[in-house]
């Protein structure tokens, strides 16, 4: 451990108001500046597991419970990292792997890695930052952020703050349809270049550790996009789900939404459309019927219908059913590059990261988030160094079995 001052934290002058009175997010104390903190050595977070560690020690009990939180008993958040380690590898050797090349495309656009940063609601929590630091890292590894419904800073602020990185917004569709268009509309102008449209979240999920513990944001943070609703007014009705400040858990998002909102927002939106959620082949034909030009695989990280497939194992089903119609992408317990490997392996074509970006911000804001991606990128080039992959060509489904594959005796 090693004692230095809390880094400088940059916050554009419109977004000001978010940190009022100098709270320190870290502890909720108000403070006339920055303090000291006892911060680990960077050189002594070697693997993402130890983010986790250190946010786990320094976030306050509030932000913890609502980043790790799983629905219910938490089988498909554990099963999420566990359904990973149930695959094995099969190396290729003798094969000239002196120089190796991960970038790829997404919808088009060059990254330099195929490992991108998920929405997450209201970053703040974590550090000062917020989803500022976010981006400014990931635009640092020019790889691709999506930016929340429910950040801290307007997705315009996001944009401005790096604008050379490739970001794409997340939308709920809300039941007032002029709100949704109009959020649309901004994202296209502010430079976004694609609409993440969750799917998954009719109604929030039941999380026991935000029940326990009466979880409440902090007076300061504010839903940027939406007018600035004051999280401190938000409340949970009795499944514990949150209303952020919005009138109702049946007004932050839309419990009718269906196929035909999809062409709905088609009929509205010049951009891309990818559709976050989708866990079956049944709706993936759908969405191809739909001329949705994406699909990011997901499980909400565990935090909505407890008990369904780990992402890693829904993604054959769904890659097979979106053929070369549209792009597939997944998120969910990526934690190493051999993670990402075996992701890619089983045909996505890039893998995002969610509560990891966090754990980094909660570090030292965007040095932290950057450090988080540097060891996904060190990782996986190994990974793919070791595995005879040169490229991402070279990473096809024979380097992936199951490892009942092979004899317990």
């Not at 026991?208 to 513990?213: F, I, Q, T, V």
């Not at 994406?294 to 059913?321: F, M």
């Not at 991606?373 to 990782?379: A, V, Y």
């Not at 380097?399 to 004899?407: A, F, K, P, T």
């Amino acid at each position: 451990m090693i004692e230095r001052p809390w880094p400088v934290l940059h916050i554009p002058e419109n977004d000001k108001r978010i940190y009022a009175n100098n709270t320190c997010l870290q502890c909720n104390l108000v403070h006339s500046k920055w303090t000291k903190q006892q911060i680990m050595s960077s050189d002594s977070l070697v693997c993402l597991k130890d983010f986790e560690k250190y946010a786990k020690e320094h976030l306050n009990r509030n932000a913890w419970g609502f980043f790790s939180a799983g629905a219910e008993g938490c089988q498909t958040l554990r099963d999420n990292e566990e359904a990973f380690r149930r695959l094995r590898l099969r190396p290729r050797f003798l094969r000239d792997v002196s120089v190796r090349d991960m970038s790829t495309t997404l919808l088009g656009h060059r990254v330099d890695m195929p490992i991108g940063i998920s929405p997450t609601a209201n970053q703040g929590l974590a550090s000062p930052q917020g989803e500022i630091g976010t981006a400014k890292a990931s635009a640092q590894f020019q790889t691709c952020m999506i930016c929340s419904t429910y950040s801290n800073f307007t997705m315009e602020n996001i944009m401005d703050s790096s604008p050379d990185g490739l970001k794409w917004f997340q939308l709920y569709v809300r039941p007032d349809r002029a709100t949704t268009a109009g959020l649309v509309r901004r994202a296209e102008q502010a430079g976004y270049k694609a609409l993440v449209l969750t799917v998954d979240l009719p109604i929030v999920g039941r999380r026991y550790p935000d029940m326990r513990h009466g979880f409440s944001m902090p007076r300061h943070l504010r839903v940027a996009n939406l007018g600035n609703a004051d999280l401190s007014k938000s409340k949970k009705d009795r499944s514990g789900a949150l209303d952020y400040g919005l009138g109702g858990p049946d007004q932050s998002s839309d419990v009718s939404l269906s196929w035909k909102d999809v062409a709905w927002l088609r009929s509205i939106c010049s951009l891309p459309i990818i559709l976050k959620g989708i866990l079956t082949a049944e709706d993936t034909r759908l969405a191809v019927q739909h001329g949705v030009d994406g699909i990011l695989l997901s499980n909400h990280g565990g935090r909505q219908l407890d008990g369904v497939p780990a992402t890693i194992e829904a993604l054959p089903e769904i890659v097979q059913a979106a053929g070369d119609k549209l792009e597939v992408y997944m998120d969910g317990g990526v934690r190493t590059g051999t993670d990402v490997l075996k992701a890619l392996a089983l045909g996505a074509r890039a893998v995002f990261i969610g509560r990891p970006a966090v754990w980094g911000l909660c570090y030292k804001g965007q040095e932290g988030v950057a450090k988080v991606l540097s060891i996904l990128k060190e990782e996986f080039s190994l990974a793919m160094a070791l595995s005879g992959c040169r490229s991402l060509r070279d990473i096809t489904p024979a380097l992936v079995v199951r490892d009942s594959r092979y004899s317990r005796l």
